[in-house]
């Protein structure tokens, strides 16, 4: 069976179960309804504080083959995870599903405890590090189901992803389950991929390091959704949430890449009252936010909202007036997590909001402008953020298929070689996001429009950008690489990609 | 049948179905699941923008027999209850069951749907004027639930009150359906009681008058559950939301009373750091706010929260530091409103979070001390606040019975006599609230200790409290009075009282 975007999925992969196809960006429409999670009963008097991990493992009680949840605002200053794994293999539980919504290489005891059994498979949007490699090997008995942030989202709503206990990495709660992450010593900022799993889960478990005096406020999580409260030393270090570099780039070729993507939102007429934009945290999208920001004040411009994991860049430009609100999901950095406790027009929002298809409307639907990365894009414009062009496993979409879908103009930024691979390939290793939701590619050596998008080809031409076909900047690309290599895949199923409704749109072989 | 208090309840009721009888207050342990509306899916680029109630109506569609909920800040300024309720009738819809969460005089076109036929039946927590009347006089064909403001938000997320259309009265509101209740010129302050309608309803219709660029923040009520959005005159009249006096009351025996409650929670021990209180917004309960205030400043105590519908008056302890948070299910005054907007520990929370007894733990369940009033109290406690002694239908629950049972200490604050009729008789008209959740009952003649508290009883009687007897309480009641009349109730069940957790704590009859 080959999905719409010519992708062989077969009917049926072992313990993933029958799959679905994926049938084009907008072509499932749900027929179902929400979750129902057990109802609950708290009397006056009962206390939800539990003294350790092993003690609540006990109360639910945590059960061989169990779907834990977990979110990953800590990053890679996570701790919590591998202390509740850690607490699971002491007691001799085995069979565990992960549903992490992203793995970081804090995470490589997960390696061992795949390796023991204890845990046997994993849900997640996004995979690097040790754990990353070892499921590319074929460790994992299960293939690894990969979402999107919008799909995991939807995916609990709907029940398909249906959590036991979910843990919450709590950096400020008190003894009857009120939780914010704006709080404590930890304060880590947005708690906005855990707002599902608490809504969802049958058991809900917060572990703080900052148990405050009832009641704290703000509240991001309710006490009316939290069963138990466990006092830990810490809930993670904020030092590990700062992803990769937070500063603007130096680099010229990537100061290029940049310009020339924010001189695209300004051809494509985006640079007008109500703008909104969502960027990631790379140094390349950093540099295009501060063109873009420039072309805002230049024009006296003011935007209606930055959407996403948050920088403070973005901060900056809300302070400034570039912007009229943030919406945010995460925080990429310490200057995000002070904005969001003071910043009354700094939002906090959860995953369903911010990208969930399946609700009456989430945030992506009202972005005028995303720019992304790829590690390989195809000359259908169809992008692969999930393996490298050698097939090992190295991120996973995240909010990207989201983002693409939901805005007007998608923008990938792009090297055109990648290491030592040409970025743009006949056919990527593994389809993330389908092109049918990608516009434009802005390489070092030029800027390809997809054919779908004839308007804006047009505008782009009279904006003078330097335009060229896909096909030629494929041609380029493989001249700088010294020629296409193409890695062959094992035979193995080791992670199915799900698109943003729950259909497949591709799976990963054994790298 | 009766039930476990000695009312009797029929097992089966015509317009309500078979029914489940009051067996004590903590008794029922829920086995169930949550409610699942259905899944939705919105593209980018729809709309929900609609130009009128008429097209809403035609949209969804609205059809005969359905229930459509509503909820109650505007108070006796509401307007969308009227307004769609006028749209069903030019419609010539039939039949609708008309949850509203209080009904207040400005209601009173009501009485006339139920003439014609447009309104068959209601579903609500407090009902006054002309429609209250109406109902006692018979004219409904099925009897009205009255249920508590807690027992509505368990209702509706356990799915016994099924909503197919919930109207959002929204101060302000942004095309993509984002509510607060705090911005714009008809602000009315927290949205709380309107939460569980928003999550759980079938479709959701947001009602603006101020409408404003996307995105609104802060959120309240998030897109990603509202389907439908309508341009009004306006959401409501502000003014109407002031609940009778907002004044401390200067009737000298009020005062008495209220001085001697304030004692009473003194006596009791809990004037302490970390004290929690909550009251009414009538003259004697804001009296008995003022005299705890200056007990708490006299001994330099910081309480943790005040919580249910807020004053200027609570308001006004919390900016002295006399309380360190405010809960605000509802707002009473436009002191409430502009603090609410402005100070981060004036929280708004759903009327789930404040009293649902089948959740993870509402916020009743951590208060100390609430004040309550009540039309009728029995000598075994219980309290009624549904019907007058003349069996006339003039109030409801509220958050009564929830925060009776939540708090450690209820105390009832009433004069001995009623108009004519003596507060204390053998037998209640109806109960709303049963005597095992009430403690003290404070009179302008004596104090009276449910003999259920024997450890109270002896710390009143050490402080020297002037306490009685409720039965010889009683006697001077009904000296005062000249003697204790019954009135005879007719025979056919006109309203049906549900106890917090959905069992049946009595009936009232046609009076």
Redesign the interface.
Known sequence: MHNLIGREIPDYIDGYGKTVPFSGV?A???Q???????????????S?LVKNLEEVFTRIPVRDGMTLSFHHHFRNGDEVVNDVLATAARLGIKGLNVALSAIFPVHAPIVDHLRTGVVRSLDTNYVSGPVARAVSGGLCASPVVLRTHGGRARAI??GQLKIDVAFIAAPAADD??NVNGTSGPAACGSLGYAFPDTEYADT?VAVTGHLV???L???SI??????YVVVADRAGDPKGIVSGTTRITEDPVQLRIAETAAKVIQAAGMIED?FSFQTGAGGASLAAAYFVGRMMEQTSVTG??ILGGITGHMVEMLDRGLF??I?DVQGFDLEAVRSLATN??H?EIGS??YA???????????LDCVILGATEIDTDFNVNVVTGSDGIIMGGSGGHSDTA????LTIIVANLVRGEWPIIRDRVMTVTTPGETVDVLVTDQGVAVNPRRAGLLRVLRAAGLPLCDIDELKMRAERLAGGSRVAIPGNKIVAIVEYRDGTLIDVVWQG
Request: with cysteine.
């Open positions: 907008f499932a429409r749900p179902m309804r929400r979750y129902a999670p057990p109802v609950k009963a708290v009397r006056p008097g009962e939800k709503e709907c009857y389950g809900v005096e009832y009641p406020a703000p509240i309710s006490q009316a959704r939290v069963d109500g209606s909202f009229r609100k919406f009354p027009n939002v369903g909001f969930n298809p399946f609700n009456a409307g989430c945030a992506v639907n009202r879908a939901g805005a007007k």
